[in-house]
């Protein structure tokens, strides 16, 4: 078992943790946050919403999968992804 000890970060949070795990969790959380709902896509589909300045699930909601699948760095393993987060959101690719 590894002790936890209190640690301050750069940002000056306080936080426990084992010393061999020197993540913040509460930057790591505004990390996560920043980078919005397309957080848990690969890197690559996550510059083509960017490039396509979608930010949010509702401006996704207004393309089709197959203008989706068109933008670069979209492979077909990012749509079921992407129609999940859609779904927990009440919405769906345009018909
Ligand atoms: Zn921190």
């Not at 010393?19 to 896509?41: H, M, N, W, Y």
Request: hydrophobic residues 30%; charged residues 25%; glycine residues 6%.
């Amino acid at each position: 078992m590894s002790q936890k000890t209190e640690q301050t970060c750069k940002q000056g949070h306080h936080y426990f943790k084992s010393t061999d795990c020197p993540t913040c969790p509460i930057c790591e959380e505004e990390r996560k946050a920043q980078a919005g709902v397309f957080s848990i896509l690969s890197a690559p589909a996550r510059r083509a919403m960017e490039a396509n300045r979608i930010t949010s699930l509702e401006e996704l909601s207004g393309y089709t999968e197959k203008e989706i699948l068109q933008f670069h760095g979209i492979g077909k393993t990012s749509i079921p992804t992407l129609k999940k987060l859609l779904i927990d959101k009440g919405l769906s690719f345009k018909e």
